[in-house]
């Protein structure tokens, strides 16, 4: 089918996200007028280049019928529509029975995004993964199901809801109350008739959307966006505060499986079942370890996605549109800016999302749009002209604007977003200052301070609740016994003292600006409660990245300090105070005001109760002066030379597995220990663990997985290496009688793939939580060069604690006339005898995917990748009752090697090799494949024994009952 060249077409909604598609629509060539039913203030105003005046028009059409009608009328050549609630009215149906295409999919298709238990049966009869659901009509019943499962849930209405129809409960009688406000009150109407309750998923949500034709699906970069209202994730769920694309967290993998696993099924599913889904297909995915899985289906684009989406699409979106009614995508160039990224930031109306008032009269758009130089639109969402005059827009809705930029990174992009929405307001305007923060790199924090450090709690606090992206590289304080320094000690955040007294001031200020160089400098530098004046060899080297805080509204009371400056307010009759944020310049309090915060002086207020309000302000201010410096917003754009990045190595990575697991590591917390990541060094209380510090030993194991990880490596199978490691360092601490208390992992890597690492780390915690040590912290190196692509190496370290009466071996207490020798069985190879082991399966060619060949039923890999038999939790209790007198982990040397490491000299010890079995795939390896010496054997393999213990014969028996009742 060919295209008209000069066509009509209609848009249907009154969103930003309408406006973005007809600011689109717009720049087509086959595009001769575009109608809008029934638009908003910004597509009434806007005026494309080089088209006629009446190029766009605002038109009021409502049902069905009157939209038939119109597009007979006009000759409507394309609808296409925003807002699910006419595709769930049938709007598509409709127009194909009168030939007019619509981008949309039909009421049917639709009931992915309308009818949420229709959308989850889909999923489950198409294998799309999603999470654990059920469906109810009666609320009784779906009580009864939320007390009966274990994990958390959401409850969601199923029908429509504007997009608020679901309920994140955080107890049981929260999730029984939810029911209630749906199914019973009907907060949400007839939606409310029908609820799905599913499992709360857990990870990192994404926007993902795609074009569909009913069988092929073009997707669009993914996009983040920002439900709750206020900054640090505050407040309540919106449509949307702002957004981002592409996301730089997504992984190829993960975009690559969310196509084929979720959006491609959808569609073929739809064909299958006789409803082909037409139009744009979003569906909202959470990240979860185990893989993406749907959170839910959208028929239409997204709100605010649209707004960053759009800009990129380099395609022209009639023709897109075109060739998804028409059934021919597959043959449609679709192309999005590879170079760009998008943010969007919203302008929302006071008391949004709640109620809100109307009719406030905006300004600014223009001048907005104009210090974008280009690369700034401001789409309309909640706006109105005025009485028909198209000159003075005033306030329709909650969200009222969406500020859009481009640009080559995603922190030019909110920057230049950020500064054009400055140019904008109306009254009761407000929008949230983080957007995309989380994404940027992390802001390194130098800390001046010479006081309490008040101010820093709340920084340390938001940094641990993740609502700021930022470390605090270091603290420095030029009073020894400052409370600053100790709070930092509670946190394990590192700290100097470094003394003033009698120094000038620029030779203390070379000694900090020494400090802050020898922990790789700092981003920013913040001065709390810091009694010193700095010289200027701090303010030169810091120029533009120091910032104060002063516990007045400067210029007032410049120059005063702590209490003074509030008695000096309450003195002074003020009806206001507050604090403000300056850059640090030469003249004391005499910088570039940055941020200032307000509140009022009560007449019954002392200078402590001013203090202590004020004081809560400046680290709210701080926190903001933090974010708008991330963001680039404190100093001007200037080149920074080279970077990290371009040597290869990604900061973003790193800050991105950490932040995936954390989880794991927070899981083996144990007593004694947290298992809280990001501080310097981790913290382990003896007493916490039971153990009395004089009568304790201290015993360390450190160990690899040798050539182990090249298997797992070519076979990509990682989250079993980590079990291996552990066992290696925690078995041998065991050996000596110790319970292995905390443990530390080192990765490195030439470049870090972030999924890869977590499947690692993962599988170190859950060793570590099977052996009852805590995983506290450890090392992620990514240095490019000196590993091969898709290469990494770990080492572990475990600690653990014996009394010293009970450590192990008892030399002097093992007899041959008394003493037996039990061995507990191995899981497989465990961790060594690898090198030889990969030399025989390459030199006769044996692929490890394939069929085991001493057992067809069996993958020869899992076999190989078998993880070594962690011995903590059937050995353990029997070293504390003082039945084992030795134990010896057989690891590299063999059985012949490691049991004479824990008997006496004039003792050896006869192993039966007919009371156990050696596993099959090391007989296959050492007899079939090898033809090995029994000796080479011997010394090479654990030949099935993974431990070895000796015991006294008095206590055989019960110590094989209790090893037997473990097993």
Request: hydrophobic share 40%; glycine share 10%; proline share 4%.
């Amino acid at each position: 089918k060919t295209m008209a060249s000069s066509s009509k077409v209609l848009v249907l909604g009154s969103g930003g996200r309408e406006h973005a598609l007809v600011w689109k629509l717009s720049q087509s060539k086959h595009v001769e007028a575009i109608y809008v039913a029934p638009g908003n203030g910004g597509t009434a105003t806007f005026q494309p280049q080089g088209r006629p005046a009446n190029f766009i028009q605002n038109v009021s059409l409502r049902s069905n019928a009157e939209i038939v009608s119109f597009c007979e009328q006009n000759a409507i050549k394309l609808v296409v529509v925003g807002p699910e609630d006419y595709l769930a009215a049938g709007i598509s149906d409709a127009l194909q029975s009168i030939g007019v295409p619509c981008f949309g999919p039909s009421a049917k298709a639709a009931q992915l995004e309308s009818s949420k238990a229709f959308s989850k049966d889909f999923m489950k009869r198409h294998n799309i993964p999603t999470a654990e659901y059920r469906n109810f009509t009666d609320a009784a019943e779906a009580k009864k199901y939320v007390d009966s499962v274990s994990h958390s849930v959401v409850i969601k209405a199923s029908g429509l809801a504007a997009g608020k129809g679901v309920i994140l409960p955080q107890t049981k009688a929260e999730a029984h109350a939810a029911i209630d406000e749906i199914m019973v009150k009907k907060a949400f109407g007839d939606a409310g008739n029908e609820v799905v309750i599913e499992e709360l998923l857990i990870g990192e949500e994404a926007s993902f959307l795609a074009f569909c034709d009913g069988s092929t699906v073009v997707p669009m970069p993914p996009a983040q966006d920002h439900k709750r209202a206020l900054d640090g994730d505050q407040g309540l769920n919106t449509g949307g505060m702002g957004a981002f694309a592409p996301s730089p967290s997504i992984l190829a993998e993960t975009k690559y499986r969310v196509l084929t696993d979720i959006l491609q099924r959808a569609v073929d599913g739809m064909k299958q079942e006789g409803t082909p889904f037409v139009g744009v297909l979003y569906a909202g995915v959470m990240i979860t370890k185990d893989g993406p899985k749907t959170l839910e289906f959208n028929c239409r684009f997204g709100d605010p996605e649209t707004q960053v989406l759009l800009p990129l699409l380099k395609s022209d979106l009639y023709e897109v549109a075109m060739a998804c009614a028409q059934g021919r995508l597959a043959s449609t160039e679709v192309v999005f800016d590879p170079d760009m990224v998008a943010a969007t930031v919203v302008a929302a109306s006071a008391g949004y999302p709640g109620s809100y008032p109307k009719g406030k009269v905006i300004s600014g758009v223009h001048d907005a749009e104009r210090r974008g130089a280009g690369s700034v639109i401001v789409f309309h969402a909640g706006t109105a002209t005025e009485s028909g005059n198209k000159n003075l827009l005033v306030t329709s809705g909650g969200r009222v604007l969406a500020v859009t930029a481009v640009a080559p990174s995603l922190r030019t992009a909110l920057q230049r977003s950020y500064d054009a929405i400055q140019e904008i307001s109306f009254d009761g305007m407000f929008y949230r200052n983080d957007i995309g923060c989380k994404k940027l790199p992390a802001v390194r924090l130098g800390v001046l301070g010479s006081t309490r450090g008040t101010d820093l709690q709340f920084i340390i606090d938001a940094i641990a609740s993740k609502s700021l992206n930022a470390e605090i590289t270091l603290v420095i304080s030029n009073v020894a016994d400052a409370y600053i320094l100790e709070r930092c000690k509670q946190h394990s955040i590192r700290a100097q003292h470094i003394p003033s007294k009698g120094k000038a001031r620029e030779d203390f200020d070379r000694e900090v600006l020494a400090a802050f160089e020898a922990q790789g400098g700092v981003d920013l530098v913040l001065l709390i409660g810091f009694m010193r004046i700095v010289s200027p060899v701090l303010v030169n080297a810091y120029k533009g990245s120091m910032i104060n805080v002063h516990p007045s509204l400067l210029p007032e009371f410049a120059g005063g300090m702590d209490t003074n400056v509030h008695e000096a307010v309450i003195k002074a009759g003020k009806k206001e105070t507050g604090c403000t944020i300056h850059f640090v310049d030469k003249e004391v309090d005499q910088g570039a005001i940055l941020i200032q915060k307000r509140c009022i002086v009560e007449p019954t207020d002392t200078a402590d109760s001013l203090k202590a309000r004020v004081q809560a302000l400046e680290g709210v201010a701080f926190i903001e002066a933090i974010r708008l410096f991330q963001q680039g917003r404190l100093v001007p754009p200037s080149a920074k030379g080279a970077t990290y990045s371009q040597a290869g190595v990604n900061m973003e990575r790193g800050d991105l597995l950490v932040e995936k697991i954390k989880p794991f590591a927070k899981a083996t917390a144990r007593s004694g220990a947290d298992s809280e990541l990001g501080g310097f060094g981790a913290l382990f209380d003896l007493a916490a663990a039971g153990y009395d510090s004089k009568e304790t030993l201290l015993v360390s194991g450190t160990d690899g997985v040798g050539t182990k990880l090249l298997l797992a490596q070519q076979a990509k199978k990682h989250n079993t290496i980590g079990i291996d490691l552990v066992a290696m360092c925690v078995n041998d601490v065991l050996a000596q009688g110790a319970e292995p208390l905390f443990f530390l992992d080192y990765f490195a890597t030439g470049k870090l793939q972030v999924e890869e690492a977590a499947s690692v780390i993962e599988g170190i915690a859950l060793g570590c939580k099977e052996s009852g040590c805590a995983l506290v912290g450890g090392e992620t190196a990514e240095m490019p060069g000196m590993y091969s692509p898709g290469h990494y190496d770990l080492a572990g370290f475990a600690v653990g604690a014996v009394r010293r009466s009970q450590v192990l071996p008892r030399y002097k207490d093992i007899s041959a006339d008394t003493d037996v020798a039990i061995g507990l069985s191995s899981s497989g190879i465990h961790s060594n005898g690898y090198s030889l082991v990969r030399h025989l399966i390459s030199k006769h060619n044996f692929d490890i995917m394939a069929a085991a060949p001493y057992d067809a039923s069996r993958i020869l890999v899992d076999d190989l990748l078998a993880p070594t038999k962690l011995y903590i939790k059937p050995v353990l209790p029997l070293m504390k009752k003082g039945l084992i007198k030795a134990a010896a982990h057989i690891t590299g040397g063999g059985l012949t090697e490691n049991i004479p490491r824990v008997i006496p000299d004039n003792v050896v010890v006869e192993l039966d090799a007919s009371k156990w079995t050696m596993p099959p795939v090391m007989r296959w390896l050492a007899c079939d494949l090898g033809n090995m010496e029994h000796r080479e054997i011997l010394r090479t393999f654990n030949c099935g024994l993974g431990m070895v213990l000796i015991v006294d014969k008095a206590v055989a028996d019960q110590v094989l009952t209790f090893l037997h009742s473990a097993e």
